[in-house]
């Protein structure tokens, strides 16, 4: 917790200091109350006390109870204030935090717990700070204050009030033990059961399809009612301190009255009075010590859950971050659109067993290669560690004749068209989608974008919609079709304008005839481009300058595909799965 607190900026802790300072007036005024009630209730009782002086006194009393309310209302707002910058500043540092994370990192935690973590877990630090700023510096302050005024007041007096404080306090420390460990449990469920409503809502056409509702809603309950019992489990025992403090409360105030009438009975007739407005004015003070405590409870019920958050933030902002960038930001070879793998291995962190092994090829600008294998070959790994989604565990990948780990991720991004295996859309419109992102080279305009979406072969559908290019799309795509999503996809990698174009098995949800025009439409268009592709259709990938065949991570032919045919036996094999003799030899 404490070292999330170093994130407060000096404006913050300047309102801090005056916030101390308002409270530090405001404890006095509550404190100078009693004293004025003590006042009248001495000259009530003594025979000749002027009416004037009795009003005097009250009017002291209502001037402190109203100095108190402003300065609550002030230190309210500042509290709020430094809460609410204090959530920004940390959730846009969470947030920078997680884009900065290579994919290996992320994976360490679960969306819906990084969801969690980014609202909920901050959520409950920004509660503790705007509670607690008030709280933690007026309870001890009153408190100290307090007792010191009544420690001449009477021993028996003092001792009964130590014993009440003692109780409250074994109480609390009770609770705390009880709960604290629950916390962490409370937290984990709230990030299952985002999880299973995340799940249940990006799925929700397989789940009609399959009639899974009923599944969906027994796995949600299952959760949603773990976390329900936990709730009452913690209200319930946080429930225990209320009635236990007014009993506490009640009990000093019926014990302080019982003590006092005893020394008042036994007191000399001059210092029974005085003695009566002690113990009014004891009374009070008593209150006021066990309202400090209260207080401090409060914060107590608060800080477990918001320490568990704050532990859980840590995690990700001290989770390292493997892939750094390097301080290459310009062109600094002869050489342009070139990618060369050097005896390239990679294993997953973790892993024992290598995912690629000893990957060597070189594309030149304008050159087309093609990667092709099995499901689990390692094709899309391979191209992941152009873009840096991964390093290399051994050996070069050189973009342009540099190593990439040299360049700044965002100069090396630029270079770079890069189509996921997964068509990702954006919440935005068709025009948003395409033009998404910088490229380093100013703003895409609008010719670009039409530009783009007529290679994708996405001007046909586009132009149906209601709003032609300025549609909107929903997050996912949901609205628009697969083979669709997949030719925006493409048409914003060509709306950048790269030096090398990476499709991911981008053409797997066209048809023949749509693969085939987009293509030769996009080999005219990149023709100074270098592109590569994975691919699973041999169609697809005939006409590549080159390509390399997978099988198990390592690279078991590279040619043309005449050449390959003839010299790799995998490729021959998925080539004749997938096309006759006649149709491969064109």
Same mark, same amino acid.
């Given at each position: 917790?404490?070292?999330?607190?170093?994130?407060?900026? !000096?404006?913050?802790?300047?309102?801090?200091?005056?916030?101390?300072?308002?409270?530090?007036?405001?404890?006095?005024?509550?404190?100078?109350?009693?004293?004025?009630?003590?006042?009248?209730?001495?000259?009530?009782?003594?025979?000749?006390?002027?009416?004037?002086?009795?009003?005097?006194?009250?009017?002291?009393?209502?001037?402190?109870?109203? *100095?108190?309310?402003?300065?609550?209302?002030?230190?309210?707002?500042?509290?709020?204030?430094?809460?609410?910058?204090?959530?920004?500043?940390?959730?846009?540092?969470?947030?920078?935090?997680?884009?900065?994370?290579?994919?290996?990192?992320?994976?360490?935690?679960?969306?819906?717990?990084?969801?969690? #973590?980014?609202?909920?877990?901050?959520?409950?630090?920004?509660?503790?700070?705007?509670?607690?700023?008030?709280?933690?510096? =007026?309870?001890?302050?009153?408190?100290?204050?307090?007792?010191? !005024?009544?420690?001449?007041?009477?021993?028996?007096? $003092?001792?009964?009030?130590?014993?009440?404080?003692?109780?409250?306090?074994?109480?609390?420390?009770?609770?705390?033990?009880?709960?604290?460990?629950?916390?962490?449990?409370?937290? =984990?469920?709230?990030?299952?059961?985002?999880?299973?409503?995340?799940?249940?809502?990006?799925?929700? #056409?397989?789940?009609?399809?399959?009639?899974?509702?009923? +599944?969906?809603?027994?796995?949600?309950?299952?959760?949603?009612? #773990?976390?329900?019992?936990?709730?009452?489990?913690?209200?319930?025992?946080?429930?225990?301190?209320?009635?236990?403090? /007014?009993?506490?409360?009640?009990?000093?105030?019926?014990?302080? +009255?019982?003590?006092?009438?005893?020394?008042?009975?036994?007191?000399?007739?001059?210092?029974?009075?005085?003695?009566?407005?002690?113990?009014? %004015? @004891?009374?009070?003070?008593?209150?006021?010590?066990?309202?400090?405590?209260?207080?401090?409870?409060?914060?107590?019920?608060?800080?477990?859950?918001?320490?568990?958050?704050?532990?859980?933030? &840590?995690?990700?902002?001290?989770?390292?971050?493997?892939?750094?960038?390097?301080?290459?930001?310009?062109?600094?070879?002869?050489?342009?659109?070139?990618?060369?793998?050097?005896?390239?291995?990679?294993?997953?962190?973790?892993?024992?067993? +290598?995912?690629?092994?000893?990957?060597?090829?070189?594309?030149? !600008?304008?050159?087309?290669?093609?990667?092709?294998?099995?499901?689990?070959?390692?094709?899309?790994?391979?191209?992941?560690?152009?873009?840096?989604? +991964?390093?290399?565990?051994?050996?070069?990948?050189?973009?342009?004749?540099? &190593?990439? =780990?040299?360049?700044?991720?965002? @100069?090396?991004?630029?270079?770079?068209?890069?189509?996921?295996?997964?068509?990702?859309?954006?919440?935005?419109?068709?025009?948003?989608?395409?033009?998404?992102?910088?490229?380093?080279? *100013?703003?895409?305009?609008? =010719?670009?974008?039409?530009?783009?979406?007529?290679?994708?072969?996405?001007?046909?559908? %586009?132009?149906?919609?209601?709003?032609?290019?300025?549609?909107?799309?929903?997050?996912?795509?949901?609205?628009?079709?697969?083979?669709?999503?997949?030719?925006?996809?493409?048409?914003?990698?060509?709306?950048?304008?790269?030096?090398?174009?990476?499709?991911?098995? $981008?053409?797997?949800?066209?048809?023949?005839?749509?693969? $085939?025009?987009? #293509?030769?439409?996009?080999?005219?268009?990149?023709?100074?481009?270098?592109?590569?592709?994975?691919?699973?259709?041999?169609?697809?990938?005939?006409?590549?300058?080159?390509?390399?065949?997978?099988?198990?991570?390592?690279? %078991?032919?590279?040619?043309?595909?005449?050449?390959?045919?003839?010299?790799?036996?995998? /490729? !021959?094999?998925?080539?004749?799965?997938?096309?006759?003799?006649?149709?491969?030899? *064109?």
């Amino acid at each position: 917790m404490l070292k999330l607190l170093k994130n407060f900026g !000096k404006r913050q802790w300047a309102l801090v200091l005056v916030a101390f300072a308002l409270i530090l007036g405001q404890v006095w005024l509550d404190l100078k109350i009693p004293d004025y009630m003590s006042e009248i209730t001495v000259l009530v009782q003594t025979e000749g006390s002027q009416m004037s002086e009795i009003l005097k006194n009250g009017g002291f009393m209502v001037a402190c109870a109203f *100095g108190s309310l402003i300065s609550s209302i002030i230190v309210g707002y500042i509290a709020s204030n430094i809460s609410a910058a204090f959530s920004m500043n940390i959730r846009k540092k969470l947030f920078n935090k997680v884009g900065d994370l290579a994919i290996s990192e992320i994976k360490q935690f679960s969306t819906s717990s990084l969801i969690t #973590r980014t609202t909920n877990d901050i959520t409950q630090i920004e509660m503790l700070i705007a509670m607690g700023l008030q709280l933690l510096i =007026k309870a001890p302050i009153t408190a100290i204050w307090a007792v010191n !005024k009544i420690l001449n007041k009477s021993w028996q007096w $003092s001792a009964l009030t130590a014993v009440g404080v003692v109780i409250l306090l074994g109480v609390i420390v009770t609770l705390m033990v009880i709960i604290m460990p629950k916390f962490k449990i409370v937290q =984990k469920l709230i990030d299952k059961i985002n999880g299973v409503t995340r799940e249940n809502l990006t799925g929700i #056409r397989v789940v009609r399809a399959f009639n899974a509702e009923e +599944y969906q809603e027994d796995k949600f309950e299952e959760v949603n009612n #773990r976390l329900t019992k936990q709730q009452l489990f913690n209200q319930k025992a946080f429930a225990v301190l209320s009635p236990v403090m /007014y009993l506490i409360m009640y009990f000093l105030t019926l014990g302080i +009255y019982f003590i006092g009438a005893y020394l008042i009975k036994d007191a000399a007739m001059a210092d029974k009075l005085p003695l009566f407005g002690d113990m009014v %004015v @004891f009374s009070s003070y008593a209150m006021q010590v066990l309202m400090s405590f209260l207080m401090l409870a409060m914060i107590f019920m608060m800080l477990p859950r918001a320490s568990v958050s704050a532990n859980r933030i &840590n995690e990700v902002l001290d989770t390292e971050i493997t892939i750094k960038d390097g301080k290459i930001n310009t062109d600094t070879t002869g050489e342009k659109g070139t990618v060369e793998f050097k005896n390239v291995s990679f294993k997953y962190p973790d892993a024992e067993e +290598y995912v690629l092994k000893n990957i060597s090829f070189k594309a030149n !600008k304008g050159d087309t290669v093609a990667f092709i294998g099995s499901t689990g070959s390692g094709k899309s790994t391979l191209i992941n560690l152009i873009p840096r989604f +991964y390093d290399a565990t051994e050996g070069e990948v050189l973009v342009d004749g540099v &190593n990439v =780990k040299d360049y700044t991720q965002e @100069f090396l991004h630029d270079k770079l068209g890069y189509v996921p295996q997964k068509a990702v859309i954006f919440n935005d419109t068709v025009s948003g989608n395409v033009s998404y992102g910088e490229n380093g080279k *100013g703003e895409i305009t609008d =010719k670009k974008i039409k530009e783009a979406i007529e290679v994708a072969q996405a001007r046909e559908f %586009v132009e149906k919609m209601d709003d032609k290019y300025d549609t909107h799309i929903a997050q996912g795509g949901t609205n628009v079709s697969g083979g669709q999503k997949q030719r925006l996809s493409i048409a914003r990698a060509i709306a950048r304008d790269p030096e090398i174009y990476i499709f991911d098995d $981008s053409f797997s949800a066209l048809d023949y005839k749509t693969d $085939s025009v987009l #293509r030769k439409e996009l080999k005219k268009y990149t023709k100074d481009a270098t592109t590569l592709i994975v691919a699973q259709r041999i169609g697809t990938i005939m006409n590549a300058d080159k390509i390399l065949v997978l099988d198990n991570g390592k690279c %078991v032919g590279q040619g043309t595909h005449k050449e390959l045919l003839k010299t790799c036996e995998i /490729y !021959k094999q998925i080539a004749l799965s997938q096309l006759s003799e006649e149709e491969l030899n *064109g």
